[in-house]
């Protein structure tokens, strides 16, 4: 369908996570240094850029965001091992959390998601920021965190292990929550996990392995579910230039479920349009001079590009 944001936009540099807010307009986390890290604002249905959201107070390599029930906008600050609090203006608000380089803390944080409860689920990859580096010396694990937002606590909702279609180390990356209620938790280095949201008991894996080797040769990005319960994630193929796909599962059997004509979960296959895609969500919004298809009047969106540096980190 086109390029919805074009190269540069706004500032746009390595987008990572895409978030349409209460206004429906998009939010895109941008940037790679204390100067360019920021949330830049789109408008929903055009892509025409509007403004920087928020910057500043300490954001740094901004990975994932998410609209809190107190109506603030949390985003982890990935190279300061931190999550943030912006109001509804753009306005900085306080400090959320913060890392302490020891397990369980919030190490390399990701990906943030609310459950219906108001806990708030954030993905961490087990590094501790070291002057504007990622450092994973420590051999911390990457957990999913639950935090109880009325008192900052929190404690360790899942710590898995690797796939055994991985590298040998796990790097979770993307959440969605499910029809059912089950939280869904990509993992970069393979396979997707599901998880009762009451117990954190794990309930199925979904492989990703959609490049067919072992170890695999695509890596995986974020989640979204569409209304029908459809769950979509992105990849890319490191051994040819980094070109990504969409993949797309059931919601409820986790089974694949491919175009016509590819294989495996394959939705989209893969393609020079999608360069090393990270970000994906479904938009309620249809753009202009659009013809939506006869399953859906609703949208994907994908982006990327991000640093190869922190997250092919053995």
Same mark, same amino acid.
């Given at each position: 369908?086109?390029?919805?944001?074009?190269?540069?936009?706004?500032?746009?540099?390595?987008p990572d996570d895409?978030?349409?807010?209460?206004?429906?307009?998009?939010?895109?986390?941008?940037?790679?240094?204390?100067?360019?890290?920021?949330?830049?604002?789109?408008?929903?249905?055009?892509?025409?850029?509007?403004?920087?959201?928020?910057?500043?107070?300490?954001?740094?390599?901004?990975?994932?965001?998410?609209?809190?029930?107190?109506?603030?906008?949390?985003?982890?600050?990935?190279?300061?091992?931190?999550?943030?609090?912006?109001?509804?203006?753009?306005?900085?608000?306080?400090?959320?959390?913060?890392?302490?380089?020891?397990?369980?803390?919030?190490?390399?944080?990701?990906?943030?998601?609310?459950?219906?409860?108001?806990?708030?689920?954030? &993905? &961490?990859?087990?590094?501790?920021?070291?002057?504007?580096?990622?450092?994973?010396?420590?051999?911390?694990?990457?957990?999913?965190?639950?935090?109880?937002? &009325?008192?900052?606590?929190?404690?360790?909702?899942?710590?898995?292990?690797?796939?055994?279609?991985g590298f040998g180390?796990?790097?979770?990356?993307?959440?969605?929550?499910?029809?059912?209620?089950?939280?869904?938790?990509?993992?970069?280095?393979?396979?997707?996990?599901?998880?009762?949201?009451?117990?954190?008991?794990?309930?199925?894996?979904?492989?990703?392995?959609?490049?067919?080797?072992?170890?695999?040769?695509?890596?995986?990005?974020?989640?979204?579910?569409?209304?029908?319960?459809?769950?979509?994630?992105?990849?890319?193929?490191?051994?040819?230039?980094?070109?990504?796909?969409?993949?797309?599962?059931?919601?409820?059997?986790?089974?694949?479920?491919?175009?016509?004509?590819?294989?495996?979960?394959?939705?989209?296959?893969?393609?020079?349009?999608?360069?090393?895609?990270?970000?994906?969500?479904?938009?309620?919004?249809?753009?202009?001079?659009?013809?939506?298809e006869p399953f859906?009047?609703?949208?994907?969106?994908?982006?990327?590009?991000?640093?190869?540096?922190?997250?092919?980190?053995?």
């Amino acid at each position: 369908m086109g390029e919805f944001i074009t190269p540069g936009s706004g500032g746009l540099v390595s987008p990572d996570d895409l978030n349409f807010g209460p206004d429906g307009n998009l939010y895109v986390t941008s940037g790679t240094t204390p100067e360019t890290s920021s949330i830049l604002r789109y408008d929903g249905m055009t892509g025409e850029f509007i403004d920087v959201f928020a910057a500043g107070n300490g954001l740094f390599r901004p990975y994932g965001a998410a609209f809190g029930p107190d109506g603030y906008l949390y985003v982890s600050s990935f190279l300061s091992d931190e999550i943030l609090r912006f109001d509804s203006a753009g306005e900085f608000i306080d400090v959320f959390a913060s890392g302490n380089g020891l397990p369980g803390g919030l190490n390399g944080p990701n990906d943030l998601l609310f459950a219906p409860d108001g806990s708030l689920y954030v &993905t &961490t990859q087990g590094s501790v920021a070291t002057n504007g580096e990622a450092d994973f010396s420590a051999g911390l694990p990457s957990q999913v965190l639950r935090f109880d937002i &009325t008192t900052q606590t929190s404690m360790v909702f899942a710590e898995p292990t690797p796939s055994p279609d991985g590298f040998g180390f796990v790097s979770l990356l993307g959440l969605a929550l499910g029809f059912e209620g089950d939280l869904f938790v990509s993992d970069f280095a393979n396979d997707i996990r599901r998880y009762d949201l009451e117990t954190g008991n794990l309930v199925s894996v979904l492989p990703t392995n959609y490049t067919g080797t072992i170890p695999s040769n695509n890596f995986i990005g974020n989640l979204t579910f569409d209304p029908n319960n459809i769950l979509y994630t992105v990849g890319f193929d490191f051994t040819n230039n980094n070109f990504g796909a969409i993949l797309r599962y059931d919601g409820i059997s986790g089974e694949p479920l491919p175009s016509a004509g590819n294989t495996s979960a394959v939705f989209v296959s893969t393609n020079d349009k999608l360069l090393r895609p990270i970000g994906i969500a479904f938009t309620p919004q249809i753009p202009p001079k659009t013809v939506p298809e006869p399953f859906s009047v609703l949208g994907l969106l994908a982006v990327g590009v991000w640093g190869v540096q922190t997250k092919l980190r053995r």
